[in-house]
């Protein structure tokens, strides 16, 4: 299985700390998707990173790649309250249309 | 902006009975997809499909389970006998291509 599995299970930070997820697979990919879910709620897609790359920037985020590890992390930096959700990796195969497979998801609670 | 649009958001239903949920893709969208999720737990691929067919299944999808996509804009999951282990969230979710997936905000199923 390529599945992702996300750690830690959970984190709590304070408001404006930042916060790091890692995320860990098993076979080669395509590319590796991070998404974000609040309680309740569908998924939202919030980075994208292809195997051939090695760190990506989208605003507060930044996403890391290394490929000879099979890992990823994803850094929100000044975190604020509003990002408290749960947090997915996600891996895609090079075999046609695959799904994406998903972690477990890390669980961040960020306090105001 | 475009969204996938998932109905109902809640049903309740007793074992044993059929059940049929509801997805509409976005509209310029080829790939089409089924996830579910029991509550916090990670997220389950159940079925994609491309080009009016099934392209890949996972184990859950089992005879129970079943998609069409009827008119060309509707894309449902129909479950012909629930049991109560398939009470879960689930997500109906597309894409453009075999990267990001935008998902709906899922459908509730509880099975009494």
């Known amino acids: 299985s390529q599945q992702g599995e996300e750690d830690p299970q959970a984190l709590s930070i304070q408001e404006g700390e930042n916060a790091t997820m890692n995320c860990s697979y098993k076979?080669?990919?395509?590319?590796l998707q991070w998404y974000r879910q609040n309680s309740g709620r569908g998924l939202v897609h919030l980075i994208l990173i292809r195997s051939n790359e090695r760190e990506k920037h989208s605003g507060r985020l930044r996403v890391t790649l290394d490929t000879s590890k099979k890992s990823s992390s994803l850094l929100i930096t000044a975190s604020r309250a509003a990002d408290t959700a749960s947090y997915f990796c996600?891996?895609?195969?090079?075999?046609?249309?695959?799904?994406?497979?998903f972690g477990k998801g890390t669980r961040l609670s960020v306090i105001a | 902006e475009p969204e996938v649009t998932q109905t109902p958001s809640h049903q309740v239903t007793q074992m044993g009975q059929e059940v049929i949920l509801r997805c509409v893709p976005i509209?310029?969208?080829?790939?089409f997809y089924w996830y579910r999720q029991i509550l916090g737990q990670k997220v389950e691929f159940l079925v994609s499909?491309?080009?009016?067919?099934?392209?890949?299944k996972s184990e859950i999808f089992d005879d129970q389970f079943s998609v069409e996509r009827p008119d060309g804009s509707n894309f449902t999951l129909k479950i012909r006998s629930t049991k109560l282990e398939d009470s879960a969230m689930y997500f109906c979710?597309?894409?453009?291509?075999?990267?990001?997936?935008?998902f709906g905000e899922g459908s509730r199923l509880t099975v009494l």
């Open positions: 996600a891996t895609a195969s090079y075999r046609g249309n695959t799904p994406l497979v």
């Open positions: 076979t080669s990919i395509n590319n």
């Open positions: 499909f491309y080009n009016n067919e099934i392209s890949e």
């Open positions: 509209s310029n969208h080829l790939y």
């Open positions: 979710a597309s894409s453009r291509s075999t990267g990001e997936l935008f």
